[in-house]
């Protein structure tokens, strides 16, 4: 059995898309790196395996929880948002900066990923960032979106944090 | 009395210079993968009729003289079209659990059997235009110009019909050859929208037409063309499509607009080796009717029909055509109809299977593929290619990488899978499943660079998600544009 370590369906060995979300096999299929998540993380990812909505309608705000930090951030995403580390010697600041969170430590770069609002959704895409972007587990293709849904996991590096609509 | 052109050998897998001990030996390691008792798969009978036939000649000495004797000219005959076929893995793990084993199946014409024959293959086309009080106005004046533009193309030497259809049917041109096109051109004209839709009335009589000059030099083919649902008569349109395409006629099916059901339609085609297609605007018309023709017209092999045969332990799960005309394949039906192999494009489908749970390594037989066709420009019928597949199962195989033309095809062939499952959750019922099924689809269309169809499929989620609806519109547009990207030839993959 191959278990999906995007949507948790267990596949037949030998399926190269999983059958019931359609997530690329390829590339992870022989080396899994379920060993570099810790367990929590692992817990939380399994707590849900029911999906929240993927609509982010008007009028909605993005809540992040960051690990270990009580107090969420609230934002009302605009068209787009660029989530890094502010860097004093460089002169773009990030709409979200996770550097008071120690992101420097945990590999974010300055411009690492961004939230992009469409029409009654919110996509994530990776902007080539060095130690990527991981949406509940899987890495994403630099530039290419993914549609968040509320709940989701989101990890820069090894930074890690969770996303709600509200 | 056998047709000496089939190769008795090659049935049996073994050489024509066999002995007799080898041909009962083959025969019963053939008996024990295929023959019926032991093997209940859809493919495995065919292929056993044609394995005891083969058997009963060459076992008796006289009969396998006088056969030797008769097939000797087909002997040295060139290969018309070959077989290709790349697994998804090429060594399988030993299991105690069953996995899936992907076929890419390739049938592609010999180059130098078309650069010997130059001359164009005959046709003996019928159209069955829908003339339903729904296609008034614009849709009626395009199928008209269609229908003009196809006179336009076709030659002398090709056979024409027209028929239309509304609640019943009007034979509007005979099968007639093409001389007089200004004559025809004008009766094509005279259509006028008025009453029903009830596709089985155009349907026999199209075929009735296509019939009086069937041959099977010619490619015999019926062009369905409807923007509308009937009623009640599905079983008997299907029906009808299965004894046409016995009788070597193909059918073809578009549906303009919103209205019509394109599971019919798909089955409709299917049954036949045909294809269908969506038309969103009346100006797409001509350009379907255009490209189905000169598909037709570059003919190099017709009635193309694939077996697939797994041994007794191996499960056909599924297969579709990728190339040309992406459709979905019956196999619970075999043999699988699979229309026409055009000069310059090889027939690409995909076979999904599933292995047994197994300890044993060595090399082992899967699945044995058989493709028949009529090589229209040698004049050749009943053309056969058989290919046994074996794959090798060790312990712990060292990991390789899916050929990337497997993986191209199955990737696109995912995203359409998608759509169906969406489409078939709401049907249960199941509006949530649904949606999540179309945000699934959202997110590997934007990851696949399609963002206009995934924002359709977004579009779609919310609608489903709200009125437990699909729209007609985004349903048929997502199912036949996903299912399209299929189309697109991989780049490097093309037929050299």
């Not at chain 2, 009125?467 to 697109?488: D, I, P, V």
Request: a negative charge; charged letters at 25%; hydrophobic letters at 40%.
């Amino acid at each position: 059995m191959k278990r999906c370590p995007y949507c948790g369906f267990e596949n037949r060995e030998g399926v190269l898309f999983c059958e019931e979300c359609g997530q690329p096999f390829v590339g992870q299929a022989d080396t899994p790196d379920t060993s570099r998540l810790n367990p929590e993380t692992h817990e939380t990812f399994k707590e849900r395996m029911t999906w929240g909505t993927a609509r982010f309608g008007e009028g909605a705000s993005v809540l992040i929880r960051i690990r270990d930090v009580v107090e969420p951030l609230v934002f009302e995403p605009g068209a787009e948002t660029i989530i890094g580390r502010l860097d004093p010697s460089a002169l773009e600041t990030p709409d979200i900066d996770l550097a008071p969170y120690g992101a420097a430590e945990l590999g974010v770069s300055r411009r690492h990923g961004m939230i992009r609002r469409g029409e009654d959704t919110l996509t994530l895409i990776d902007l080539d960032s060095t130690n990527g972007t991981f949406l509940n587990g899987q890495r994403l293709i630099p530039h290419q979106p993914r549609v968040l849904r509320d709940g989701d996991e989101i990890r820069m590096g090894r930074f890690v944090f969770n996303i709600f609509f509200r | 009395m056998i047709d000496a052109s089939r190769n008795l050998y090659a049935i049996l897998g073994i050489p024509p210079e066999a002995t007799a001990e080898d041909i009962r030996e083959a025969y019963r390691v053939m008996a024990r993968r295929f023959h019926p008792d032991a093997n209940h798969n859809q493919g495995a009978d065919v292929q056993f009729r044609d394995i005891a036939v083969s058997y009963s000649v060459l076992s008796n000495p006289g009969d396998r003289l006088r056969y030797d004797d008769a097939h000797r000219h087909f002997r040295d005959e060139p290969a018309y079209f070959s077989l290709r076929a790349i697994p998804s893995k090429r060594v399988l793990s030993t299991l105690i659990e069953p996995q899936v084993l992907y076929l890419l199946l390739d049938i592609v014409p010999a180059q130098r059997v078309i650069s010997a024959r130059r001359a164009n293959v005959p046709m003996n086309l019928t159209l069955v235009l829908d003339r339903s009080t729904s296609m008034r106005g614009a849709r009626l004046d395009k199928v008209k110009i269609a229908a003009h533009h196809i006179i336009d193309q076709l030659s002398p030497q090709d056979v024409l019909a027209v028929v239309s259809f509304s609640d019943r049917a009007d034979v509007l041109i005979p099968a007639t050859s093409v001389t007089d096109k200004t004559s025809l051109r004008s009766t094509v004209s005279i259509m006028r929208a008025d009453g029903g839709t009830e596709i089985y009335h155009g349907l026999v009589a199209g075929v009735a037409e296509c019939r009086k000059y069937l041959a099977p030099r010619m490619v015999n083919h019926v062009i369905l063309l409807t923007d509308g649902r009937t009623f009640g008569d599905e079983q008997r349109c299907l029906a009808l499509a299965r004894q046409a395409a016995e009788d070597g006629i193909g059918i073809s099916a578009m549906g303009m607009g919103e209205e019509w059901n394109d599971e019919f339609l798909d089955a409709l085609a299917a049954a036949t080796g045909g294809s269908s297609a969506y038309i969103n605007t009346p100006r797409a018309v001509l350009q379907f009717l255009d490209e189905r023709v000169r598909s037709l017209g570059d003919a190099f092999a017709e009635r193309l029909q694939l077996t697939i045969a797994p041994d007794a332990d191996v499960l056909l799960e599924s297969a579709f055509r990728l190339n040309p005309h992406p459709q979905p394949l019956e196999v619970e039906r075999q043999p699988i109809p699979l229309g026409t192999l055009e000069k310059n494009r090889s027939i690409r489908a995909l076979v999904q299977l599933q292995m047994p749970p197994s300890s044993k390594t060595g090399f082992r037989s899967v699945v044995r593929l058989d493709v028949t066709g009529d090589v229209l420009i040698a004049d050749r019928h009943q053309y056969k290619v058989i290919s046994d597949i074996a794959i090798e199962i060790a312990h712990e195989p060292s990991p390789e990488p899916p050929p990337p033309a497997v993986l191209d095809a199955l990737g696109k062939l995912t995203l359409y899978r998608m759509q169906q499952k969406a489409e078939r959750a709401l049907t249960q019922g199941l509006a949530l499943e649904a949606a999540r099924q179309l945000e699934n689809l959202a997110t590997r269309l934007f990851a696949a660079g399609q963002d206009e169809l995934a924002h359709k499929a977004i579009h779609e989620a919310r609608r489903v998600s709200r009125t437990q609806a699909f729209s007609q519109e985004g349903r048929k547009s997502l199912k036949f544009h996903t299912r399209q990207l299929l189309a697109l030839p991989a780049p490097g993959n093309d037929v050299p």
